[in-house]
C-alpha cells in the first residue's frame, strides 16, 4: 500500500522531507520512499535520496532543495 504526496523537497543537515501545499512536512527515508519524481522544466525526473543528499551547488545547498516533486512512500 502506498501513497503520493506533491510539493517541495526540504534537504536539511542530511535529512530530506518534502512540503505539501498545506505546510505539512513529511520525512523521506529509504525504509518508506518507494519513488521521488522532481520537476526539470517540463518533465518529471527519477531521483533517488542519494542524489539528493549528495548534490550540491558551489555555496554547499542541495540542488534540489525547494525543487517541486511527486513522492510515492509506503504507508
Keep these: ?3 503520493i504526496i506533491t510539493g517541495n523537497l526540504v534537504v536539511e543537515d542530511g535529512k530530506v522531507s518534502i512540503q505539501s501545499e498545506d505546510g505539512s ?15 526539470n522544466a517540463d518533465r518529471f525526473v527519477r531521483v533517488t535520496l542519494r542524489q539528493i543528499t549528495h548534490n ?7 540542488i534540489y532543495a525547494g525543487i517541486y516533486s511527486i513522492v510515492e512512500i509506503r504507508r
Design 1 to 3: 500500500m502506498s501513497r
Design 25 to 39: 512536512i513529511t520525512e523521506l527515508t529509504k525504509e518508506n520512499v518507494i519513488k521521488i519524481e522532481c520537476r
Design 56 to 62: 550540491y551547488e558551489q555555496y554547499g545547498w542541495s
